[in-house]
Structures are given as structure tokens and as C-alpha cells.
């Protein structure tokens, strides 16, 4: 290996190392996607998180259900993006809402709660295809929140 080829890989490592990480917390409708995320909210583990909250409807009612009394750090920041699934029709907001958070240097992470109809393979898609996505971004997780029955 040369000596260029050494310093473009140690530069790549670099990269992958300095994205941002990102969470995309999903399940169906009523599943406990919400309560899930105010639960992280309220804990104190000194993270600095942006939460992007995806709303179907014309009324966030999401956003409203986020305890912002509860949220122990106080640079946590919740956008709504409002007007349809992320999936499909707002996947260029997605990236420009994502840009606008990523100028943010003292983020920890990003936490993506997704509307309970949206689905998770063209937003993943999002984060692979776009090139500024990939050089900024990194998926760290997906976790799919389930309602399920105590037997």
C-alpha cells in the first residue's frame, strides 16, 4: 500500500468516524413509538439529540405529546415535519431538515420517530443514495417499537 493510499484510508476512517449518528425509531400506529422517545428524553444522559418527528396529518399531535417540561437536556430540539410519510413525499424536506440540524456542531445524535404509516426502507435508502447524507450521516440504529399482550 502506498503512502497516498494509506493517508486516503486514515482519512476515510476519519469520516466514518466524525458522522453524525442517527436513530430512526418505528412501528405501527399506537405501538409506543412516542412514549419511547419521552422516555430517552427524560433521562439524564447527557447527550445533546435532535428529534425529528414525522406527522402525517395536518395537526401534530406528536409533538405535542413530547414532554418538553420533561426533557432533561436542554439542547434537545424537536422538528416537525408535517405533510405526508417521510417514506415518500417529504424524503427531500427529510434531507433538507437533516442538513439544517447536522449545522448544529454540538449534537450528539440525531433521533428520527417515524409516523406509524411510513416505512423504513426508501427513508435507510435516504441515508445510503444521497451523497451529502452519506458523508455527513450514519444510521446508528432502527428499532421498531411493538405493542404486545402480558399473557
Known sequence: MSI????????CDV?????????II???LGAGKTTFLNNILTKSHGKKLAVVENEFGEVGVDKLLIKDDMIQNDSTDVVLMPNGCMCCRVRG?????LKDIHSRSNLDGILIEMSGLSEVAPVLQTFFVDEWTQAHLKIDSVICVIDSRMA
Do not use: V, Y
Request: proline residues 4%; charged residues 35%; aromatic residues 4%.
Open 93 to 97: 424536506d427529510l434531507i433538507k431538515c
Open 26 to 28: 418505528t412501528g405501527f
Open 4 to 11: 497516498s493510499d494509506k493517508i486516503k484510508a486514515e482519512n
Open 15 to 23: 469520516l466514518r468516524k466524525s458522522r453524525l449518528p442517527c436513530t
